[in-house]
């Protein structure tokens, strides 16, 4: 199984475009990069559609402004996995023998609410609604509280947390898709309002609209789709034994690296899901980069760099190049096929050929991991 | 490839129950049945659950509260047709070879909103939100307009649209899970208020909510599920050719009955989706019941009914069985595994061993079919 093909729009806040132009731009690309003009099926990767753009059924909406309506074609929603999920069933979908050749979307439009209260309730349906956001709870307090839990038991500083975005943005800042295209450093990360209290602007990616799109196909070409691994955890924070563990991204890791049959010291460049910075490092902790609170030592030493050990997201991550929900898991991928086919641009890692992703939902409730490898 | 097992609860105005108390007794209940404690994977087929219970992320909500965290969980959405579509997604994981068990759970509360305007904007997201929602037509107003030009074109009376409805009723009146257990006359049609001329209360299915769950899997015992399809169409009525055509559900039939090796002739039992009567007589003509524009002479001369040669939705179909949205795809195929296994109670379709099932997402835009034939 390969990937032969991907496409994917700039990201950033298109108040000028629709969520169905973004996706067809993306799927369009994807398709005139694999050199096709059809396919047999598509998956939708995609969240918040329904409460942000008053649009359900993307997959009818897609393969008619695709012009391909007719064939199979639906959404998968995993909370900000939905991509990643997406690309599973798509995988799926190819190794079933039901297909030769299939699209995924990935596509999150958020700025089409003018009231920034109801993008953070369309993002706290992640969450528990019955237990956690019922009592007030917001995505990003969910967050804040891992994140105070992290300082407190690691002994964590306010500027251990900034090590990573700082990296983050500096890596974005050349990516010509990229939605944060400027640099930061300490001062303007620790001067960042606090939105929930220890979390501060800087620690979260940003709203923004996007679309990304991966032909997959049973194919000796392009990039192999080597191994893919989905796991759920507990959906409320009050339900898990420990806090600061993500055993969904330890499972999905296991489950991609065995089908693959590798081990997490020969991937090349990795993509993690850094929502917020404290996601950032229990994501590397979780898939063994490094120990439990020593994360953000791999940010500060640069050995996470593009020219480092051990390549982190080199385009920017979910911080500073962007993170349209549904569409973040297909970016990644995105990522990793250009990074293994030398045409990331100024992101390059020097002879990349092995990569992974890891896409997080929830507070780490549902997540897809994928291994990419160059033939 | 067969479902070993089913469940499902009573469809209704369940005001005392959640979305996740609905969808754990039918996925308890199917597991029950099939003699498991566990699956490998979920597939949760939902529609409107972000814009009517604040929750998405229902792969990991199941899972959790299934007891089953940890195992790949995710949601397909595909408008009406999402348990439909669901199915086949878990049909592919099995097919796949990554999963050897997998439970499909439909499900949808709709009764959480109080205000039914909202329950009506949700449903409207099936639709193209911006060269239709937008401009005033809902979800009901678009099939009426369907209606009027069947009604028109075919030269159909006000009472041929109530045959229909009249016989749903009545296979719904001894249905011990159906929501609206009574029978209705032609006196009763005709006198029920019009809620978008031509279309009246008692052409369209209520709201009501509800779960079902099969457990699917690699086996030789239990319901073989000898074949799917699936397939689109353009997503608004302006962009299509003919209003008074469903090539979704014609090509989604023929995809399914083509790898059963089957023809439309050879079925024992249908399943079609009557959200609203002219979608169920579309229904009908589009998979080679009749001819276009005499599906109401099936109604009417009882030749659909559940002792006639044609038996479609002995139970009461989604006019009066129900029609909780991302719950009915399921629904359909525990209807049809109850028919073939010999215990669907006063709705037994005598000797009845191949069935066949229709999921209509949208206004004939997204499809799903399935074949179930019994060993």
Redesign the interface.
Known sequence: MSITGVGLTKIGQHWDR?L?SLAVEAASRAMEDSGIEGVD?IFVGN?????L?????????L??YLG????????????CASGG?AA??G???V????FRRVLVVGVEKMTDMTDSEDVS??L???????YE?FYGATFVSLNALIMRLYARRYGLSEEDFGYLPILMHSNASDTPHAQLRFKIDMERYLGSPMISDPLRLMDAAPVGDGAAAVVLEGSDSGVEVAGVG???????LH?RGDLLRL??VE?AARRAMEMAGITQKEVDVFQIHDAFSVMGYLNMESIGLAEPGRAYILAESGEIARDGPVPVNPEGGLKARGHPVGATGIYQLAELYNQIVGRAGPSQVEGAKLGFAINV??TG??VAAVVLRGR
């Open positions: 629709s169905r099926a969240m918040m559609s329904g409460l753009n008053g649009q359900e059924n993307l997959g009818s909406l393969a008619d391909l309506a007719g064939i199979p074609s639906v959404k998968v929603e995993a909370a999920a599973v069933q995988f799926m979908a190794k079933s023998g039901l309730a369309a706290a349906t992640a969450a528990d609604a019955e956001v989905m796991a759920t955890d507990q959906i409320a339900s055993p969904a499972l939902g929830g409730s549902n």
